[in-house]
């Protein structure tokens, strides 16, 4: 039931919008019947609380020394994460800095400590490997990526296979369209479409 629950919460705030007459446009131009954006959480106080709380469920017990966020989306998360379970925080930027010390983790020394790798978005999972990468390299030991949703795609699947990193998420798209058909949001020909357009991409 905590995966349908965190669905609820993302419906609920439009966190993730399913349209599939009026789609939306992403960055790369392709028109999607379904749009996320997290960044909602942050500004809903019921919500960021219901989902930090899932996240220190999933990480207790792992034995973590730094809780690190992806740059951007999932830094306010790993804050709030590292704050509820008196951990060090870090923050992996999308590259290295062209200046000063060159960084490209940012906040507490990883070289040598177990780290969880916060998420918002999964997707194909690239950002999120690229990420571990900078991660390893810099001596850490990744315990594995948490994220808050995943689409669910193949490509994500077989790119975390590949590279042998563990992926856990609060919830995915098979159990959001569920609980939406549940609520009376969408019909079952509305969940085909998402499904379909989904497994194009």
Request: hydrophobic share 45%; with cysteine.
């Amino acid at each position: 039931m905590r995966e349908e629950s965190i669905a609820g919460i993302l419906l609920d705030i439009n966190a993730v919008m399913i349209r599939p007459n009026d789609k939306f446009t992403w960055a790369s131009g392709i028109q999607s019947p379904i749009y996320c954006d997290n960044r909602k959480i942050i500004g809903d106080v019921a919500a960021r609380r219901a989902v930090s709380k899932r996240f220190v469920e999933l990480i207790e017990g792992k034995n973590v020394d730094v809780i690190a966020g992806t740059s951007t989306a999932g830094i306010p998360h790993a804050a709030f994460i590292a704050e509820e379970m008196s951990l060090p925080m870090s923050y992996v930027r999308g590259s290295k800095k062209a200046h000063g010390t060159g960084a490209q983790i940012e906040g507490a020394d990883v070289k040598g400590k177990r780290v969880v790798l916060i998420e918002d978005l999964v997707s194909t999972g690239g950002s999120s490997l690229e990420a571990v990468s900078a991660l390893k390299e810099a001596g850490a030991e990744v315990v594995n990526v948490t994220a808050i949703f995943t689409y669910e795609l193949d490509r994500a699947r077989e790119n975390f296979e590949a590279s042998g990193v563990e992926l856990l998420t609060l919830s995915n798209v098979s159990t959001l369209l569920s609980v939406s058909v549940d609520r009376g949001d969408l019909s079952e020909a509305d969940v085909e479409e998402v499904r379909e357009f989904l497994s194009n991409l």
